[in-house]
């Protein structure tokens, strides 16, 4: 039994619109997401998990050449102070930033299994220890000095930064990945040193647009390695607009064995593909006899990548067998390019790579006009103190006299050397041991030395100019650190055009080539026989069902189906049934109307032209490309009336055209008066008082008029015999010669 629901006392109960309360409450839900979950912030390149992450390890003092500290210590303590989410969803994030293959510079230094490029899993938090990197140090470098703003964390009890100071290019260094609310990121990881000299070039020269800046950025620079293919213009359309994508290839080399043989050597695989599901991808291939080229595959892989392939004999064209696993599996990867950010921590934009480098820059210049002040404020305050300190020193003995006799010296010592409170205090605070000689002069030296820094910092804080160089100087510092000499900044990935194959040619190495024969029935059931088939006799069918038509093709043919209502339809050869059984309804290829029946299917060819023509008698030339359907839908070809269906079809072959109708009239014309279209319904090409139209033909006027009687005889009629019959399109023409079959059918197919 369910409870009795006690409504709420009267005048407690609200009456919200739900349109509204939907709409507010989903903008809100979809703010949520795009402000504080999926979208990093253009200045630090971070996510707000990933920035709780690396303040709370601070915090925890896991600074580069400190302890590590289990995973578990650091995932609670960000989870219970900054991040009330779920713990494993923290500790994803944390194991991300201390991938060497998914993080171009990592942020964490990782001891333990933090997964491997196989897609294994790292181990669960309470084994692994981490610590921060000296890439996530220059991210908080400053954090301490009022370089970046606080807020209140979820609960109000501390505070956690807005923003990190990120003296590193952090955000097109290591990327991101993210899904929002009607919005999404992908941004590739690129190379520190290289954004670094575009990030020199800009604040030189502001206002330089994206392209031009491609002279220092030449592209993404993924953890993995790889080569991108893209052209250079396709590149600098992608950095200009914001938005594009990378065609990263697998690197590979040839290995001799020796005797003529080789094996294929793959050693860098494209940025976030796991290995054990290439290989596995790979596997399936073979054993479905998609990659003819190829023998085997096999792992040998330790730290490095290391795939081996084997061709399936010396003679084949590595750079083809190549081609053939490009196209079909994972060694070749689209990666996406979507510079989504939120500028200025707010507005998430779309942005170019000028517009997202000049945000970098200014947060830059805003950190260190920040901690300039802050120093400022600090060496006031010692100054004040140090003053003073030497006040004291010119007159300790009255200053020990007060502070002996008086109740309340602090008053009386403000009053007496006019201090201020702070010196005041300092001196009250101040330690027996430094009232010896040698302290006065420190003082005093401490004293100039503070004086000459703040006359520095003055100036620096009331120059843009001096800003901006040194800005530029603290940029070089990281360039210097992450230069292409270094281990960590020399850059991984490649560029280079895409080899040039002819595509028939790849098709033909993907595919095996061997004879079939098409056999179609009456009840539109469809399958292939091995090999080409010249007896069909003992070709069984369904008990109602018996032979429509059969025509020879390859594995890797296609199959063109024209259908009553004027649709071409292209089925592969490769998918149809064996012909073991009774093969499969063409309806589970294509999308063809139960009331649509097949006037014919055949073998495409390419390069011909075909005469179609309608029950009516209305009828066009088409090319054989045209009738080419890239969808199971099929294409429109011929436009028939409700009352209307396509009848007939033939290879265009000669100058002359013949139609018979079911009134068995036959007329001979010329072809020339047909026109050649791509679709429409055509012209007439024969006139009828009863019925329709029966078949089409054409033929070459000087070999006569050729057709084929049920038992597969040939009959041959001259021009000179055929005069009867000559006339123009159109017209209604007259009986057929004594002979003709009664099927009121040429006998010939495409």
């Known amino acids: 039994m369910g409870k009795t629901l006690i409504p709420p006392e009267k005048g407690n109960v609200q009456e919200i619109a739900l349109r509204e309360a939907l709409e507010e409450r989903y903008l809100a839900y979809a703010l949520s997401t795009i402000m504080h979950r999926a979208l990093p912030d253009a200045r630090d390149g971070l996510k707000p998990v990933h920035r709780r992450i690396l303040y709370g390890m601070r915090l925890l003092r896991l600074d580069p050449g400190s302890g590590f500290k289990k995973s578990a210590k650091i995932v609670g303590d960000v989870m219970g102070n900054f991040h009330p989410h779920g713990d494993q969803a923290i500790y994803d994030a944390l194991v991300r930033l201390a991938q060497d293959f998914s993080s171009r510079y990592p942020l964490v230094d990782g001891q333990g299994n933090f997964g491997n490029i196989d897609g294994d899993n790292a181990a669960a938090y309470r084994y692994t220890e981490a610590r921060l990197t000296e890439v996530a140090r220059l991210l908080l470098d400053g954090i301490d000095e009022d370089a970046v703003d606080f807020r209140p964390n979820y609960d109000g009890l501390s505070e956690e930064p807005v923003v990190?100071?990120?003296a590193f290019p952090n955000l097109l260094a290591n990327g991101s990945q993210g899904i929002a609310v009607g919005m999404a990121t992908s941004i590739p990881p690129h190379n520190a040193a290289e954004l670094c000299d575009a990030a020199l070039h800009l604040i030189d020269?502001?206002?330089?647009?994206?392209?031009?800046?491609?002279?220092?950025?030449?592209?993404?620079?993924?953890?993995?390695?790889?080569?991108i293919v893209d052209p250079p213009e396709v590149i600098a359309e992608a950095y200009s607009t914001g938005r594009g994508s990378f065609r990263v290839r697998a690197r590979w080399h040839k290995e001799d064995e020796g005797r003529g043989s080789y094996s294929i050597i793959v050693t860098e695989i494209p940025y976030l593909v796991q290995k054990s599901r290439l290989i596995e991808r790979i596997a399936d291939l073979l054993n479905d006899k998609k990659l003819p080229l190829v023998a085997d595959i096999r792992?040998?892989?330790?730290?490095?990548?290391?795939?081996?392939?084997e061709p399936r004999s010396r003679a084949v064209d590595p750079a083809l067998l190549m081609e053939s696993l490009f196209k079909l599996t994972e060694l070749e990867n689209r990666i996406p390019l979507n510079l989504n950010v939120l500028l200025k921590g707010k507005v998430p934009k779309v942005v170019g790579l000028n517009e997202v480098l000049r945000e970098w820059v200014d947060h830059r210049r805003d950190v260190l006009v920040r901690r300039s002040k802050h120093r400022l404020a600090a060496i006031e305050h010692r100054l004040e103190v140090l003053g003073g300190f030497l006040v004291a020193y010119l007159n300790l003995d009255k200053v020990i006299k007060i502070i002996r006799t008086q109740d309340e010296p602090k008053p009386v010592l403000m009053r007496t050397f006019k201090l201020s409170d702070v010196q005041a205090d300092a001196i009250l605070n101040m330690r027996l041991r430094n009232l010896r000689k040698l302290e006065e002069m420190e003082i005093r030296s401490e004293d100039k030395a503070l004086r000459e820094e703040r006359k520095t910092l003055k100036g620096l804080i009331g120059s843009e100019q001096q800003q901006w160089k040194t800005v530029a100087s603290e940029i070089k510092k990281v360039r210097d650190t992450f230069g292409p000499k270094t281990p960590l900044g020399k850059r991984r990935t490649s560029f280079q055009d895409a080899p040039q194959h002819d595509e028939a040619e790849i098709e033909e190495a993907m595919a095996v080539r061997e004879p079939i024969t098409v056999v179609v029935s009456?009840?539109?059931?469809?399958?292939?026989?091995?090999?080409?088939?010249?007896?069909?006799s003992g070709v069984a069918f369904k008990a109602d069902d018996h032979l429509k038509l059969a025509f020879h093709a390859e594995t890797t043919s296609r199959v063109l189906i024209f259908a009553t209502n004027g649709r071409f339809y292209t089925i592969d050869t490769s998918k149809l049934p064996s012909g073991r059984g009774h093969g499969e309804p063409v309806r589970l290829f294509i999308e063809m109307e139960q009331d649509v029946e097949i006037v014919t299917a055949f073998r495409h060819q390419g390069g011909r032209k075909f005469l179609v023509a309608s029950e009516q008698g209305r009828g066009f030339v088409v090319s054989e490309d045209e009738c080419v359907a890239n969808t199971r839908k099929g294409k429109q070809i011929l436009n028939v009336k409700p009352k209307d269906g396509a009848r007939a079809i033939a290879v265009v072959e000669g100058e002359l055209a013949a139609a018979i109708g079911e009134n068995r009239k036959m007329v001979v014309f010329a072809l020339k008066d047909v026109p050649e279209m791509s679709r429409g319904a055509g012209v007439r090409l024969q006139r009828y008082k009863d019925g329709g139209l029966s078949d089409v033909v054409t033929f070459v006027g000087k070999d006569g008029l050729t057709w084929?009687?049920?038992?597969?005889?040939?009959?041959?009629?001259?021009?000179?015999?055929?005069?009867?019959w000559r006339g123009n399109r159109a017209d209604a023409g007259r009986l057929a010669p004594k002979g003709f079959p009664k099927s009121n059918s040429f006998g010939r197919r495409p």
């Not at 040998?300 to 795939?307: C, G, H, K, M």
């Not at 009687?709 to 015999?721: N, P, Q, S, V």
């Open 164 to 166: 990190l100071p990120g």
């Open 205 to 227: 020269r502001p206002k330089t647009p994206s392209k031009n800046l491609l002279k220092y950025v030449q592209g993404p620079d993924f953890p993995t390695g790889g080569i």
């Open 299 to 309: 792992d040998e892989s330790t730290e490095d990548v290391r795939l081996v392939i």
């Open 522 to 536: 009456d009840k539109g059931w469809i399958r292939a026989l091995r090999g080409h088939q010249a007896d069909l």
């Open 708 to 724: 084929l009687d049920a038992a597969g005889r040939t009959f041959t009629m001259t021009l000179k015999e055929l005069s009867d």
